[in-house]
């Protein structure tokens, strides 16, 4: 944002200028055109070939304004080209404020043969002389031994020399003898002049240049004109003489239209400030915001007819007494204020009132009760107060927001206003009056961040809060299981040993892990298990069990039964015996069918193969062995061996006898070689056991959804390779994320869908909606987020440890670069790793719409800009909480647009 803004002055055409447009760097030009004084004064800031992000366009735009640099051109600076050895001096003597000199210079000097220089130069190349820039002695000694090309003046300047020339401008001439015979810490130290170390080591002393990545300096090394006025910008700050649109002195005033400046004699000036005026600090080059600036601080500004456009920070070193309270009286007669510490302060008579924001206030203006900060330049000799900042006044109001963030222990809610979109932060007392929507009242432990609330506030304390819409919150808890209520609603566990039972409400859909067994249910949990609940909105949503798994004894050899003992002996597929007492109460399957108990001894005979699922070493089912499942783990086709891997770790080889049938997903004619190690499959047997008749895969993958024909109930989808595929889905089973039951106009374009696949069969289709919408709040400690979707409502989003950050789908970010007010979109692939997409947010101006291609248009600002966009289906256009039809939009309109998916997902107005 802070570039945008920088980028908005600059190529704003409200600052003029008429620097432009002659060779190089223009001859002098005719002071009518150039007067800082004239009404129609013109000033520029921008050039056609610097863009709004380039490295160096602080430093060229403010020299350009100062009218120390100018284009070659029709507004060209060119910035990379090599500025040459006139131009230097042309641009050194500018920013000495030496102009009115350059213009008054009457005698005509004669340069040596060897230091020619073009004409339009040749005052300006005088006065450096006479100024000590440079010297005709040493210019001699450097011209000696090299070949010049040219005259002297458009020979290309080095680095060293530009290093000597800018510390002598701006007076720092005795810095660099002191710095003379000290070697630098450049690894091409010995490559630079003797004559240009002390210079060279005193421009980096006041962070004027520096080296290369490389650790280099590169002494005679070209600079381009984009490096030079980035030397003279940075060095403003330790120059005798300005410019004479540059002014320096301590920050004494600052509103949203004025700036004042006191000088080290106590003297004032004041100064417009234009809505376009941009602002550095003293750390890097980027833009800030003028709060970030305070009385006392040593500024540097440009203005031009007595409006600054440029002002920066030299130092940041706070001069200032400040006392900051709740007032509590305001003696306008007096002139005392006194806060809640009970101190009065005398106030200047001319004292100066702002709010926090800078805008102008009066005295009457501040009530009791406000939050007030009261100040007093340690720069004047005085014991009265001169400025107050109006930091808050007593809040009184009933508002609707988002609850962004809830210190319970601080007893403090940060709220975003849903009519304002501006975060606001209030104190509540334990008096605090919460209900939800129906009245009922609650505690502020039933309130979350993310809900949607009705705030009363009186005197800035909220007294009262009405839930309206809560929030989606998840959290997980462990406990000890020890039963179900008589109903099965209710689950209850023990979180700590001996401790109080805690009841949790069981969700429609819980679903139950227990590893080992697939479709697990709540009658599959015994006393004891160890769990982890997962809860949303104070209902369990999956149970796990924790310390107990299920074995599986697949394709295990029955040795013998003794019906008389019920002792069944099998040896798993290493040979290892295993014996088991089998119950009437076990389950009991032979080719898909039940069985009763009694039917075992007569079927289940020695040498068949069983697979057996045990618990607690409690046989829960035997089943005859036609199937087996797990990865494949080997695949010999010269040997005809395949090696299964099973689910509870057995590897089991066959022999493939005969090509068994293969079933791959999306592979209608599949065979053997389109199967790979790793696959997850299933090896169906043949009656006897011996043969493997057929391969099917399982495979489940998530496609994003590009068409749906709903008579056919078919959908076109897209796979992560961005293969398509028309799937036929009537009679597949639908589900929502939630496991309750969809169909399929619930599947929608540009949402997702995880397909389940055995061999060619889709056996389940779930429906994945991701969530999109507004960042609200953002926990960077507990990597949580809170997303206002398009509809309104909030979710908060428990990240955990396996994520990703991705700016539309590419850029790889960090967590802590999500911010309160990106628009991002959230869902969890295959393997529950939770994918956040940050959309790419960008202004532009609006040209057209189509409806039949369902895109809209936008003006170019520069070449290359991309102006046509898909839209997203279910896109959320609007002006605040209004939606928007996009056949309203006309031509010129600035809009906010927001990218996902590269569709347009968002445009606010």
Known sequence: MKNKKLASAIVSSMIITSLAGTPVLAAPVNTSTTSTTTANANVRLSFNDVSSNYWGIRHISKLALEGVIEGVGDGIYSPETSVTQQDVLIMATRMMGLQSDVDTLATETVFPDFMLVDKYARNYVALALQKGLISTEQEKLRSQGSKIVGNWGQQKATREWVAEVVIRAIGKASLAQSFSSKATSFTDNTQISSSALGFINAAVALKIVDGFEDGSFQPKGAVTRAQMAAFLSRSQKDSISLPERAKKGY??????????????????????????????????????????????????????????????????????????GQLLKLNLTTMKATLDDYESYDLAQNVAVTDIDGRGLS??????????????????DSDKYTSIIVKQVPVNKTAVGDIQT???????????GSATGEPETFGFSSNLVATLADNTLISVD?????DTVEYTVKNSEIVKIVVKKQADVGTSVEGTFKQFTDDHSTILINKTSGKTVDAYELSNNTNVVINGL????????????????????????????????????????????KDSSKILTVTDNAGNPNAYILNDGISITFNGSKLPFSSFNGIFTPGKYVDVLVSNKKVLSIQMSTQLDGALTQLNLQTNDVTLKTDSGQSLTFKLNYTPIIEVANKPNSTISDLKVGDKVSLLLSYDQTTVTKIVTTNTTIYKTLLTNANLKQATVIDGTNTNYTIPLDGVSLVKADGTSAVFTDLAIDDYVKLTFKGFAITKAELVTPIRGKVTAVNAAG??????????????????SSYSVKLNGGADLSFSSIKVGDRVQLMKDINDKLLIQVAVASKREFDQYSSTLNQVYMKATS??????????????????????????YAAGDQLNLYILDNKIVEIEK
């Open 406 to 416: 809830l210190n319970k222990d601080a007893m403090q809610l940060t709220l975003l």
């Open 783 to 800: 990597t949580s987020l809170t997303v206002q979707d398009f509809a309104g409502k909030s979710q908060v989003i428990n990240v955990g």
């Open 446 to 450: 039933a309130i979350h961040v993310g």
């Open 363 to 380: 005295l009457s203006e501040i009530v009791s009760g406000s939050t007030i900060q009261i100040r007093k330049s340690q720069l004047v």
């Open 863 to 888: 070449a290359g800009d991309r102006t046509a966009f898909n839209l997203f289906p279910r896109g959320y256009f609007h002006t605040g909480s209004t939606v928007v039809p996009l056949t309203s």
């Open 251 to 324: 920050l004494s005033s600052l509103t949203s239209d004025s700036i004042g400046l006191m000088d080290k004699d106590g003297n004032t000036s004041t100064y417009k400030i234009s809505p376009n005026t941009v602002f550095f600090g003293n750390h890097n080059d980027l833009a800030i915001s003028s709060k970030e600036l305070q009385e006392t601080y040593e500024v540097s500004i440009v203005q031009v007819n007595g409006t600054a456009y440029y002002v920066e920070i030299i130092s940041d070193v706070l001069r200032m007494d400040i006392h900051e």
């Open 518 to 561: 697939s479709n697990g249910s709540i009658y599959d949990l015994a006393a004891g298990d160890q769990l982890k609940l997962d809860v949303l909105n104070n209902k369990v949503t999956t149970i796990t069990v924790i310390n107990r798994s299920i074995e599986n004894l697949y394709f295990a050899k029955i040795i013998d039964y």
